[in-house]
């Protein structure tokens, strides 16, 4: 009779008899008619739940970094890159009608700023290039730029030539210079501008961490009801008050939970901030010197034509209100808007001379002297100041937003592992009494 007791097979092994051979709903409907099978059923949803909230801990913390990185160090420099495009060609049109001004031989300060300008933005447009994805709105834009510089510059050289030999046709090729800036190489450059602008905009949102964040959070508090649901059942089930594995598991979740949340949050403010204090300000900044150096090119261009077009005075006109709003930016210093208010003042005395008084060469002479170039370069070098430090500040929060990620991509998955292992030592336990 006692080897006939011994030989009785244990309950969780009459559950695997019964349920053998039958399909995965069935033996699922066996297994919940039993202690052991209900257990076994638990066990097996909380180490799913706890490896699938591993897997998107890991996900999370990965495209997060990823969108932080690529914000960090592809789609801010693009940025950075088409502003030195877009300003120094709008520099190198206005610095060319100046020197064309002079007459006769340019002088050297006007040339050398004149070839850095093309230095500068032909550096710009190299590494934009390896910055814009191949096929890219952004990449057609560096190409067009690439190609129309080699005309500006050669129309350029042939107006410097000719204003040497003292011909009038120089100012001709010096306009047609001027307009093929205007009208194919400061659009493409303001294109190419834009799409970085979308770029960053469009990365922020990547860096973010976007659904996957979400659905990391549903799965976290499934995960932690899960654990509590388990616990309420064994203390049911089985008289103690605590299963200390599940206990520690629960913890674990709690901490993965809270310090995931901390780490995307500390990054979402830290983007914010340098969306807010970086690339945005970055933009502005950058279109109000765009627009300084266009209306200091157009009082040049309006001289040098002589009388013979209007265009370069009338879009000064129309740029100046839109400037004075743009040097109302908080990142610029008072002065900035006085020094403007100065300079606009030396304009109006320019355009009295050449056009009431008919004084060109006094125009001429007030227009490229020390003092009207004095004021006006003010402007520029605090718009140029202003956005040093702007560019600062959104390499500064964004290297603050990835701080944290790296570790949550991998310290993330460890933790859900640790909780399946502390999962299966409660529940074990509680299955090991029916044996």
Not at 211 to 225: D, K, N, R, T
Request: proline share 3%; net charge neutral.
């Amino acid at each position: 009779m006692s080897t006939a007791l011994e030989a009785r097979p244990t309950p969780a092994t009459q559950v695997r008899t019964r349920t053998a051979g039958r399909g995965p709903v069935t033996r699922l409907k066996a297994l919940r008619r039993t202690s052991p099978g209900r257990l076994q059923l638990m066990l097996a949803a909380l180490i799913g739940l706890g490896l699938l909230t591993g897997l998107l801990a890991g996900i999370t913390g990965q495209q997060a970094q990823a969108g932080t990185t690529d914000l960090g160090n592809r789609a801010q420099p693009l940025l950075a890159e088409a502003e030195t495009i877009y300003a120094n060609l709008a520099d190198a049109d206005t610095t060319a009608a100046q020197a064309f001004l002079a007459g006769g031989l340019e002088p050297a300060t006007l040339t050398d700023r004149y070839n850095d300008d093309l230095t500068r933005a032909t550096t710009a447009l190299t590494e934009a290039a390896r910055l814009t994805p191949e096929g890219s709105a952004a990449a057609e834009s560096v190409r067009s730029i690439s190609t129309g510089l080699a005309r500006y510059t050669a129309l350029v050289a042939t107006a410097r030539a000719d204003n040497r030999q003292g011909l009038p046709v120089g100012s001709s090729y010096l306009s047609s210079a001027s307009e093929l800036n205007r009208t194919t190489l400061l659009p493409e450059a303001k294109k190419l501008f834009d799409s970085a602008q979308q770029e960053v905009r469009d990365g922020y949102g990547d860096a973010a961490g976007g659904w996957w964040s979400g659905f990391f959070a549903l799965l976290i508090l499934v995960l932690l009801g899960a654990l509590l649901l388990a616990q309420r059942y064994l203390s049911r089930h089985t008289h103690r008050t605590f299963n200390v594995p599940l206990v520690a598991a629960t913890v674990l979740t709690l901490l993965l939970g809270f310090g995931t949340a901390t780490v995307l949050l500390t990054q979402n403010r830290h983007l914010n901030q340098a969306e807010d204090t970086g690339s945005t300000p970055v933009a502005q900044l950058a279109e109000a010197r765009i627009l300084a150096l266009q209306e200091r090119g157009d009082e040049a261009l309006t001289l040098a034509m002589h009388g013979s077009s209007d265009e370069p005075e009338k879009r000064w006109q129309a740029a100046d209100p839109r400037l004075r709003a743009a040097l109302s930016n908080t990142y610029l210093p008072g002065a900035t808007s006085g020094s403007y208010d100065a300079y606009a003042a030396a304009h109006e005395q320019i355009r009295k001379l050449d056009g009431q008084d008919g004084n060109y060469d006094g125009a001429v002479k007030l227009a490229v002297g020390k003092d009207t170039t004095a004021k006006f370069e003010q402007v520029t070098a605090d718009l140029s100041t202003a956005l040093d430090q702007r560019k600062d500040a959104f390499t500064t929060e964004i290297d603050k937003a990835g701080g944290g990620l790296v570790v949550l991509a991998i310290l993330g998955p460890l933790v859900a592992l640790a909780i399946c292992a502390l999962a299966f030592a409660g529940i074990r336990a509680r299955l090991e009494e029916y044996r």
